[in-house]
C-alpha cells in the first residue's frame, strides 16, 4: 500500500501531465526547484509552503481551504444536533 504522501505526489504528477507542464516548466512557475519537484515526485517528501506553491500553479489552491475544516464527529446525535 502506498503512502499518503506518495499518493499525494501521484496525483500532483497526474494534474501535472494533464496540464502538459514538464517538471522544469512547474519549477519556474511555482518557484520551486526543479530538486524538490523531482524529489517530491519520487518520494513524496515535500515542504507545505511548495506544496501550496505547486497547488496554486496546477489550480488546486481552494483545496486547502477544505483540509480539516469539517470536523470529527463522534456520534450520529453530534451530527444531528449539529444540522
Same mark, same amino acid.
Given at each position: 500500500? #502506498?503512502?499518503?504522501? =506518495?499518493?499525494?505526489?501521484?496525483? *500532483?504528477?497526474?494534474?501535472?501531465?494533464?496540464?502538459?507542464?514538464? =517538471?522544469?516548466?512547474?519549477? @519556474?512557475?511555482?518557484? *520551486?526547484?526543479?530538486?524538490?519537484?523531482?524529489?517530491?515526485? #519520487?518520494? !513524496?517528501?515535500?515542504?507545505?509552503?511548495?506544496? #501550496?506553491?505547486?497547488?496554486? *500553479? #496546477? !489550480?488546486?489552491?481552494?483545496?486547502?481551504? =477544505?483540509?480539516?475544516?469539517?470536523?470529527?464527529? =463522534? @456520534?450520529?446525535?453530534?451530527?444531528?444536533?449539529?444540522?
Amino acid at each position: 500500500m #502506498l503512502s499518503i504522501n =506518495q499518493e499525494l505526489a501521484n496525483r *500532483v504528477r497526474a494534474r501535472r501531465k494533464e496540464g502538459k507542464l514538464s =517538471q522544469a516548466r512547474m519549477a @519556474s512557475k511555482s518557484g *520551486v526547484s526543479l530538486g524538490s519537484i523531482k524529489r517530491f515526485e #519520487l518520494t !513524496g517528501e515535500i515542504s507545505l509552503s511548495s506544496l #501550496l506553491r505547486i497547488a496554486f *500553479v #496546477l !489550480g488546486f489552491e481552494d483545496d486547502f481551504k =477544505q483540509l480539516f475544516s469539517r470536523k470529527n464527529y =463522534q @456520534s450520529l446525535d453530534e451530527i444531528i444536533d449539529h444540522e
